[in-house]
């Protein structure tokens, strides 16, 4: 695909993100009529500082997935792809995504096959996170603590890393680097390169130490967004407590998640205002908490995405080439 056609292809997924946001955003505001009377700038700082923590971990979290994987570029580039890639991921199965492996293709010439392991990566160890996070707010509550049954996590971890490990050397063996093909080639063999590059990219991301850090990034920026819920809730007065609040926040983000549904819009909100509803706020209250959280946690990225794709149509005098290529 030319470089014109990506262009206009991700200009026209903004326009449709924008319509998509702009109708969602209004329907939201329209079930909480009050809201501007309920809130006060004050306490709207601290929501405001733990949204910005978690998207600035989450572009770290995709910066430290390139670096770690040889491909040189500078924070800036990452901010650039990672801001577009906020407001293309609200669009079904965060497809739109794909663009951030054109734009990164763009500045580094590495193809789009060699980086969507990257891609892949971030979105796994995403899901993780809240994985991660929710069990960790359970265990910090007594009341659901007893019902987890330690041991059986501790074997599941285990199988799991020990499937990782007997993967990486099966496809080490089945699509060895050296493979040579001949002039005459079969229909696999004409394949094969492709498979090796797709492989070999996943090889050199999924590292032990690539998921650890991403998973740990992960649960770190998700756990800022769970300050945001719990921030939400104190304005208004609901005595909510921390682990509850990340609870919620876990809970509610893997729901969305798995709907596939554009940013879990609709998953993420029903959970959220059942849950919230669950720990004892109120219908009103439970309602404003998730909006104000989906606003700062979601929308406000989104459009500050979709303001960069529209100021810059990627325009190599606004939007830096910050790399130019992968280490050997």
């Given amino acids: 695909m030319s470089q014109q056609i990506w262009n206009r292809t991700l200009l026209l997924t903004a326009i449709a993100v924008s319509i998509v946001s702009g109708i969602s955003v209004w329907l939201a505001w329209n079930n909480s009529p009050d809201l501007a009377q309920r809130i006060s700038l004050i306490a709207l700082a601290p929501i405001l500082c733990a949204a910005i923590a978690s998207y600035s971990l989450r572009i770290l979290r995709f910066h430290y997935f390139l670096t770690r994987s040889g491909i040189r570029i500078s924070l800036r580039g990452t901010v650039v792809v990672q801001v577009i890639g906020f407001a293309l991921s609200v669009t079904p199965g965060h497809i739109g995504e794909v663009f951030k492996l ?72 089945t699509f060895p680097a050296d493979v040579r093909v001949g002039e005459h080639r079969s229909a696999w063999q004409r394949f094969l390169p492709y498979v090796q590059n797709l492989w070999h990219g996943l090889e050199h991301s999924f590292t032990l130490r690539q998921i650890g850090g991403g998973l740990a990034l992960s649960a770190i920026a998700r756990f800022s967004d769970g300050l945001v819920v719990l921030f939400a809730a104190r304005m208004l007065g609901v005595e909510l407590a921390l682990p509850v609040a990340v609870l919620v926040l876990a809970v509610s983000g893997l729901a969305g998640g798995v709907s596939l549904l554009p940013a879990g819009t609709g998953a993420v909100e029903t959970t959220m205002v059942g849950l919230l509803a669950l720990s004892g706020a109120s219908l009103a209250n439970a309602l404003t908490i998730t909006l104000l959280s989906r606003l700062f946690s979601l929308w406000m990225w989104v459009g500050l995405g979709l303001g960069v794709v529209f100021l810059t149509r990627l325009a190599p005098t606004l939007v830096p080439k910050s790399i130019s290529s992968r280490t050997n």
């Fill in 102 to 173: 054109n734009l990164i293709r763009v500045r580094t010439g590495i193809s789009e096959i060699q980086t969507a392991p990257l891609l892949l990566l971030d979105r796994l160890t995403e899901g993780g996170g809240f994985l991660l996070l929710a069990l960790a707010a359970t265990l910090a509550m007594p009341s659901l603590r007893a019902q987890i049954p330690t041991s059986n996590l501790l074997l599941a971890g285990l199988g799991a890393i020990a499937a990782f490990a007997l993967a990486r050397r099966f496809f080490a063996r």
